[in-house]
């Protein structure tokens, strides 16, 4: 049953939906903040071009929810949940439920959508008006009534609670809580899981909560930073660690890590993946841990070594990345063993492949 | 045996392409002619033609997340597989689904 709900397909395609305005509108903070802006409240009275690039990103931020709950009500009822979907998020927004309020509301919506297309039936004359006219308006006061009456409510406690939670933890917690989204954004080098913490770091951001924002940075340079370290110190004491084609993978997934793109290491660790995963989680969750604890705040969301100075702390995080980035090297450089030099790509496929539950195939 | 699929990952920035090349080489190797559509989050690359896809004896769609054009492939035999199980094992997948058409047909 849940398995047939594909909630996280739906997710997914909402984060994939909202990531590239996520970085666009953090840059542009970035980039307006950085310069002196500040968010315009007076329009009349004139403006900065800082202050317009700040303002612009502070209001893409704010089309966060309802591009999440449109994606999966998109998701879920295809064409006809997105016009719904965009205002029950826009509520979302408006009533401070934030991008919590914008998943659940796009799940409603796309639930509420499906069953109107399914369930109202029409005369012949009026099929034209039914997905033009009828589904919009059917669905978007639905929508409308439990996302400010019902829903809503709930959600906006739930945030609340959630941001003084988090504003609220002290030392030993906030290390805690940092090495758990540290660990679970370098899991699986920028997988699904790491979308899991990034997804719940932007929200936050939205809540105006930035420590999150900076683990996940941090956790997400420390996979290719961490493997060219430990390159780096096989090269030193001339214990080889990597093969000719990794030294080449190594070479692209550190210019790579810099602006924050993890991925770089996934042909790394395809062929290491126990060494790999367990040596990044752990740098990054200490580093993510460090970086909770000393507080140091991001308000972007990514752009890698490029957004440190636009963080309240910049040194600080660098020796936090470093610290974690170190930790991971040290463990690959100590725990990789000597490859096994092969002559390029044609080797066995079928016998490093691993195991799938072929059960789950469904031919339609 | 001809296929075509769609690759569709959730950043659509890596996932998509490595599955793409995964399970074109796993195809070509098994002998299979195979085209593989992308819908990374640049838009749509190498996109299926209808003569391919009217030739192809199944779609095999490797995606985490919704993908367009999915009326494209109605009344064809469809697979839909997340990009993981392609890219750990994208020869033992395709073999499996080409038993599984074997038996049911």
């Known amino acids: 049953m849940l398995k047939k709900l594909q909630l996280k397909k739906h997710a997914m395609t909402a984060i994939s939906y909202m990531l590239p305005l996520v970085v666009a509108a953090g840059l542009l903070i970035a980039i307006g903040n950085l310069t002196g802006g500040k968010v315009i409240t007076d329009f009349k009275g004139g403006y900065t071009l800082p202050s317009a690039l700040t303002t612009l990103g502070v209001w893409g931020m704010g089309l966060l929810a309802p591009v999440i709950s449109a994606a999966i009500a998109y998701s879920i009822a295809d064409r006809p949940g997105i016009a719904p979907g965009l205002p029950s998020g826009i509520i979302s927004y408006n009533i401070g439920a934030g991008f919590l309020g914008g998943m659940l509301g796009g799940f409603i919506t796309g639930w509420v959508v499906l069953a109107l297309v399914k369930y109202i039936k029409v005369p012949k004359w009026a099929e034209g008006l039914k997905p033009m006219m009828i589904i919009p308006l059917l669905s978007s006061l639905i929508m409308g009534i439990l996302m400010f009456f019902i829903v809503g409510q709930p959600i906006v406690w739930l945030t609340n609670g959630l941001t003084s939670f988090l504003n609220g933890m002290q030392g030993s917690a906030r290390f805690v809580f940092g090495m758990i989204l540290g660990g679970m954004a370098a899991f699986d080098f920028g997988g699904p899981v790491n979308k899991v913490a990034s997804l719940f770091a932007d929200g936050l951001l939205l809540q105006g909560v930035q420590e999150p924002e900076a683990v996940k940075i941090l956790a997400s340079m420390v996979p290719p930073f961490g493997v060219t370290i430990s390159w780096v110190l096989s090269k030193i004491f001339h214990h080889k660690i990597y093969s000719k084609e990794e030294e080449d993978n190594i070479k692209v997934a550190f210019p790579m890590g810099i602006v924050m793109i993890t991925e770089g290491v996934i042909p790394i660790a395809a062929v290491d993946l126990i060494r790999l995963v367990v040596s990044c989680s752990f740098g990054a969750a200490i580093g993510g841990g460090l970086s909770m604890m000393w507080g140091i705040k991001s308000p972007v969301p990514s752009g890698g070594l490029f957004i440190v100075p636009a963080m309240n702390r910049p040194l600080l995080f660098l020796v936090a990345l470093l610290i974690g980035s170190v930790i991971t090297g040290l463990i690959l450089f100590a725990w990789k063993k000597e490859p096994v030099e092969d002559d390029g790509l044609e080797k066995d496929m079928e016998a490093e492949e691993e195991d799938i539950d072929i059960g789950d195939i469904n031919i339609t | 045996?001809?296929?075509?699929?769609?690759?569709?990952?959730?950043?659509?920035?890596?996932?998509?392409?490595?599955?793409?090349?995964?399970?074109?080489?796993?195809?070509?190797?098994?002998?299979?002619?195979?085209?593989?559509?992308?819908?990374?989050?640049?838009?749509?690359?190498?996109?299926?033609?209808?003569?391919?896809?009217?030739?192809?004896?199944?779609?095999?769609?490797?995606?985490?997340?919704?993908?367009?054009?999915?009326?494209?492939?109605?009344?064809?035999?469809?697979?839909?597989?997340?990009?993981?199980?392609?890219?750990?094992?994208?020869?033992?997948?395709?073999e499996a689904v080409v038993t599984k058409l074997h038996a049911t047909a």
């Open chain 2, 1 to 94: 045996m001809k296929i075509v699929g769609v690759a569709a990952c959730t950043s659509g920035i890596a996932h998509t392409y490595i599955a793409r090349e995964k399970v074109m080489k796993a195809a070509q190797k098994l002998g299979y002619e195979i085209h593989m559509e992308t819908q990374g989050t640049i838009g749509t690359e190498n996109e299926l033609t209808p003569e391919q896809i009217k030739e192809a004896d199944f779609v095999l769609l490797v995606v985490d997340i919704k993908i367009g054009g999915k009326d494209r492939f109605k009344g064809k035999k469809v697979v839909e597989v997340p990009t993981n199980t392609a890219i750990k094992a994208p020869t033992k997948l395709i």
